[in-house]
């Protein structure tokens, strides 16, 4: 595994919690930085790392936000999301890649911190990372979790084809003399937007971008920059002091072509790259980091039924989930900077249709929050369920799949299960009247039963 940001810490947790033998190359030198890029963890996110005893942890650390405000106008209220965690949690990233490295530590993990990849190659049983310290490491899989400028990605040659979207956005991280309520707030006048997130401990993170002030990433940025873009957008600038960190950004929409070459695989930012607009790289990461380990588990421990294919719906599976999330946080970057007439119409309308319809925002809600993502292979989403011993994410966390039927009738392993699983958690349902069967993958989505 090369990269331990957080899709590199998740799938390398799951692979040795499998019991499998992982080594985990970084840059960076060991310790986690107390500066963060993202702050917001969505619903999916936290179901995901319920499943692996993590989410109250995390939840722990930070602020749960129900309602977003955009545009001044648009209200989301996402106490209505049908899930455990009903929320946008506002955490700082470094909590969840604390808690993750910590999990895959204890799980076994051979961590190799100040190194990198220079190099790699594959023939039909193995592939070779070689590392800039002059070691080289052998394995049957290697997954490139390096990021946006993913070593691994250029190594396989393959290309990252998109655009730079927005440019010179600001950021800062500070503490506020008013109180901008507890909303999550987005506001956008016709030449500057801002957007500021409460951390829960007194600091807030404040984005803002002015047309008017476009400069490359390395051009030094003030606090009294900052705060006049956020006085341009929002009429205040909430009187912003004692700034911890300051950074102008740029930021592209990329997507890597496949996920997968041979035996080598991206995920992460590796894969894909977007706009910050509704906090969504991470938290995409980190799906396909779960929708990944699984199967290369299932592949390593020899219970794959079809090895090829299994590992094929990894990226048939998360290659439009990545697409879906390219086009929505453009989308909302672009209305943000919408400067004509007409494009500041159609904002007013999109925000107006968002507001009244509630199919739109349920859908709307349901993609950003992740919980209403499915996959064309039929594979959906499974809502938490009360069993008659515990609930479905407790015994998903031995990180096998799991076979729910009524109580007193145990159903056998579907003939159509992609795996022949060492290890079958069979459980009943809580309903005494529920007479179904469901057979749930480790990442918590059906398998459908009928092939
Ligand atoms: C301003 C800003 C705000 C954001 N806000 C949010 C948000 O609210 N919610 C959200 O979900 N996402 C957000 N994101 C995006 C989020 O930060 C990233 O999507 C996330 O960090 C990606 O995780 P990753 O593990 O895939 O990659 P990274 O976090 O980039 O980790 C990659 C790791 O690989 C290492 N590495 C790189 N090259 C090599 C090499 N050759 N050899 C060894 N190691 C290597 C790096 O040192 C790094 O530790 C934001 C991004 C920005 C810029």
């Not at 590199?8 to 080594?23: E, Y």
């Not at 479905?392 to 031995?398: C, I, K, P």
Request: proline residues 6%; aromatic residues 6%; charged residues 25%.
């Amino acid at each position: 595994m090369i990269g331990a940001g957080p899709t590199g810490l998740l799938l390398a947790g799951d692979l040795a919690a499998a019991g499998l033998r992982v080594t985990l190359v970084e840059r960076r030198p060991p310790g986690i930085s107390n500066l963060t890029r993202a702050f917001s963890v969505h619903a999916r996110t936290l179901e995901q790392l319920d499943a692996r005893g993590l989410a109250d942890d995390l939840v722990a650390t930070g602020t749960p936000v129900t309602d977003l405000r955009l545009f001044g106008r648009l209200a989301l209220d996402l106490s209505r999301l049908p899930t455990r965690y009903p929320y946008l949690l506002l955490t700082p990233q470094y909590e969840v890649e604390r808690l993750l490295e910590r999990r895959a530590s204890s799980a076994g993990v051979d961590f190799r911190y100040g190194t990198e990849l220079r190099a790699l190659r594959q023939d039909a049983g193995s592939v070779t990372a070689e590392l800039a310290d002059g070691t080289a490491l052998r394995a049957r899989h290697l997954v490139g979790a390096d990021g946006s400028r993913s070593a691994v990605r250029t190594a396989l040659g393959l290309p990252f084809p998109g655009a730079s979207v927005i440019r010179s956005m600001v950021l800062a991280d500070v503490r506020l003399a008013e109180e901008p309520g507890k909303l999550l707030t987005v506001t956008a006048s016709e030449d500057a937007f801002a957007f500021i997130a409460p951390f829960g401990d007194g600091w807030y993170r404040v984005m803002g971008w002015d047309r008017t002030r476009q400069a490359d990433d390395d051009e030094p940025v003030g606090l009294d920059e900052v705060r006049e873009i956020t006085r341009r957008a929002l009429g205040s600038d909430l009187g912003m002091h004692d700034a911890r960190w300051i950074s102008r950004f740029h930021s592209d929409e990329r997507q890597a072509p496949a996920y997968r070459s041979g035996r080598v695989f991206l995920a992460g930012d590796a894969a894909h790259v977007h706009s910050p607009a509704g906090g969504q790289g991470m938290n995409t990461g980190l799906q396909d980091a779960a929708n990944l380990s699984w199967k290369l588990a299932a592949v390593l421990r020899g219970e794959a039924r079809d090895p090829e294919a299994l590992l094929d719906s990894y990226q048939a599976e998360r290659h439009p989930v990545g697409a879906t999330v390219l086009r929505s946080s453009g989308a909302l970057v672009r209305l943000a900077m919408a400067r004509t007439p007409l494009r500041r119409a159609a904002r007013a309308l999109a925000t107006r249709l968002l507001g009244t319809l509630r199919p739109v925002a349920a859908r709307a809600m349901g993609q950003i929050s992740g919980i209403g993502i499915g996959y064309a292979s039929g594979a959906r989403r499974v809502p938490d369920e009360p069993l008659r011993e515990g609930r479905l994410y407790e015994a998903l966390r031995e990180g096998e799949f799991v076979l729910i039927g009524p109580a007193g009738a145990p159903a056998p392993l579907p003939a159509t299960a992609p795996v022949t699983p060492g290890r079958l958690i069979r459980a009943a349902w809580a309903d005494p009247a529920r007479r179904d069967t469901l057979l749930v993958r480790p990442d918590g989505y059906t398998t459908p039963l009928q092939g």
